[in-house]
């Protein structure tokens, strides 16, 4: 009688054993598909929510102003976004016109950051006089802005992901009415 109700044991044992095993098994494929599909770390978007024209000085073949945008730092992911210090360019016909300092800040999980730039631009830089001062008589200049900010998604406090955020957008300056028309941002 020993013998079968030690055997009886011995494999209520292994059947506890195995279930315990099986029980952990399917918890660590739950926790490894929830980390995979819903925490899986996605770039940060940043993009120019609005802009207005400030301090603006028109002539026939040069101006100079001053931009006051609106950015935006969309983080999606569960973790923050921590970017380091970076810098907005404003380029006409591919020249840089102006720039602008990002200050290093933290977009929280989930959220949008929003913060507010002013970038100074002048038309010195510009070689093609002829193409500007044909924009100008037209009354609408081509812009384009440009910047990326690199940093680190920090899940959990535990698990740190460089991810960066590029932006770039075209806008029109119309000089008669000093507004921006038509910005476009990918």
Do not use: W
């Amino acid at each position: 009688m020993t013998s079968d109700t030690g055997s009886v044991r011995r494999k209520k044992s292994l059947k506890c054993l195995a279930y315990v095993a099986a029980f952990v098994v399917f918890q660590t494929g739950i926790i490894l598909l929830f980390v995979l599909l819903v925490l899986k770390i996605r770039d940060p978007k940043v993009r120019i929510a609005s802009i207005s024209v400030e301090n603006q000085h028109f002539s026939t073949n040069s101006f100079s102003m001053d931009l006051k945008a609106r950015v935006t730092v969309k983080n999606t992911n569960f973790g923050h976004f921590k970017f380091d210090n970076s810098t907005a360019t404003i380029s006409y016909f591919g020249t840089a016109v102006g720039e602008a300092t990002i200050l290093k800040a933290r977009a929280r999980s989930r959220s949008t950051k929003r913060f507010n730039i002013t970038v100074p631009i002048s038309s010195s830089k510009v070689n093609n006089h002829r193409q500007l001062r044909r924009n100008l008589n037209s009354g609408v200049l081509n812009l384009s802005s440009t910047a990326k900010l690199s940093g680190n998604i920090h899940l959990f406090k535990i698990f740190k992901k460089k991810k960066s955020a590029e932006m770039s957008c075209t806008m029109e300056l119309h000089t008669n009415t000093s507004s921006i028309e038509n910005l476009s941002c990918k």
